[in-house]
């Protein structure tokens, strides 16, 4: 038994704590597994929180999927083996493989914060930061013909239209495959001044202006007289699921990839010396902390007017 845990209570604890710690039921891991887990996941959290008063609500969901899995893989539950980093380290891994980077970083951190505290002697260098994942190519101006082409192609009429709406909004406005498979006809506004899109609702409203090369496509189905309460995309699709805009599925070989083209889109603002605040609140990144990978495939500027630019002459684009 766990040295901070006496009559089947835990000790330096508040009482409430103790009482969260011992009815902490998971609701994502069957009851068989949470049998043969829950004393080994509750000793842990106890014995670290003993030290560590506030750390329950971050550790005990972080730690029981972390039990949970390396009771899959076959390890014994000891703490050197479960709490040890490159145990954590390959349970970020696989577990989080489809979530964001700071999200593993974040759980990765926690876990090894309770290894540090509980297993100290499996802690003698740190870990090699998780590496960022690499920034999509943008298209090149051939290979961006060479889609408009691909688009032209389509074997009936309906595929056209999609295939250039696809192409549209994907280098035109730069918007993610969850802003397309949401986006009704409504949410589009043609003036004077181009096609400005509402993202309603998701993770980042926002209203993106579209480049003007890339706007016709759009313009042609606001004015065709469809129902502005239909979707702008595959209207035609029996549901809306996540793989609704996974283009090579759906549109099949020679599709332009989500990422590339958002990628794309992001680059020839940024080369075009958009205002930057514009272009965070165009593309929903919201600061540039989050855009700073995006640097990585810019060209390099001219320095002539590179530096005529840091000067602050007037004209200078």
Same mark, same amino acid.
Request: a positive charge; one cysteine or more; charged letters at 20%.
């Given at each position: ?45 106890? +014995?670290?929180?003993?030290? @560590?008063? %506030? &750390? ?6 972080? #730690? #029981?999927?972390?039990?949970?899995? @390396? ?7 000891? %703490?050197?083996?479960? /709490? ?23 759980? *990765? ?6 290894? *540090? ?24 101006? &051939? ?7 691909? &688009? ?25 495959? &969850? ?17 400005? !899109?509402?993202?309603?609702?998701? %993770? ?8 003007? +090369? ?5 313009? +042609? ?5 469809? +129902? ?16 609704? #805009? ?29 205002? !930057? ?7 929903? !990144? ?10 990585? !495939? /810019? ?7 590179? *530096? ?8 200078? #684009?």
């Amino acid at each position: 038994m766990s040295p901070a845990v006496k009559g089947g209570k835990p000790s330096g604890l508040s009482p409430a704590v103790a009482e969260r710690i011992a009815n902490y039921t998971p609701r994502k891991i069957s009851p068989d597994v949470w049998t043969v887990i829950a004393p080994f996941v509750r000793s842990t959290v106890t +014995d670290f929180a003993a030290i @560590c008063v %506030r &750390a329950v609500d971050y550790s005990l969901p972080p #730690t #029981t999927r972390l039990v949970a899995w @390396c009771h899959n893989q076959g390890y014994p539950l000891e %703490r050197a083996v479960v /709490l040890d980093r490159h145990t954590i380290a390959l349970f970020v891994e696989d577990y989080y493989k489809v979530r964001t980077l700071r999200t593993r970083r974040n759980i *990765r951190s926690a876990l090894m914060r309770i290894g *540090r505290v509980l297993v100290p002697e499996a802690y003698p260098q740190p870990l090699p930061p998780i590496a960022k994942s690499p920034v999509a190519a943008p298209y090149t101006t &051939a290979e961006q013909a060479a889609l408009r082409s691909w &688009a032209r192609g389509g074997r009936t009429t309906y595929r056209r239209e999609q295939s250039a709406l696809l192409l549209a909004l994907g280098i035109g406005a730069g918007l993610t495959r &969850a802003d397309v498979e949401h986006l009704l006809v409504k949410h589009v506004t043609v003036d004077q001044d181009g096609v400005l !899109i509402d993202i309603v609702g998701g %993770r980042h409203p926002r209203m993106v202006p579209m480049l003007r +090369d890339w706007e016709q496509a759009v313009v +042609d189905v606001v004015n065709s007289g469809r +129902d502005p309460d239909t979707y702008l995309v595959l209207p035609r699709a029996k549901s809306r699921s996540k793989n609704l #805009t996974n283009t090579h599925k759906v549109y099949g070989a020679g599709a332009p990839s989500t990422i590339r083209m958002r990628a794309t889109w992001m680059a020839a603002h940024l080369v075009n010396g958009v205002p !930057i605040k514009a272009f965070l609140d165009a593309s929903g !990144i919201g600061n540039l902390e989050s855009a700073e990978r995006i640097l990585s !495939i /810019l060209p390099d500027p001219d320095p002539v007017v590179a *530096r005529r630019a840091l000067r602050g002459e007037a004209g200078w #684009t």
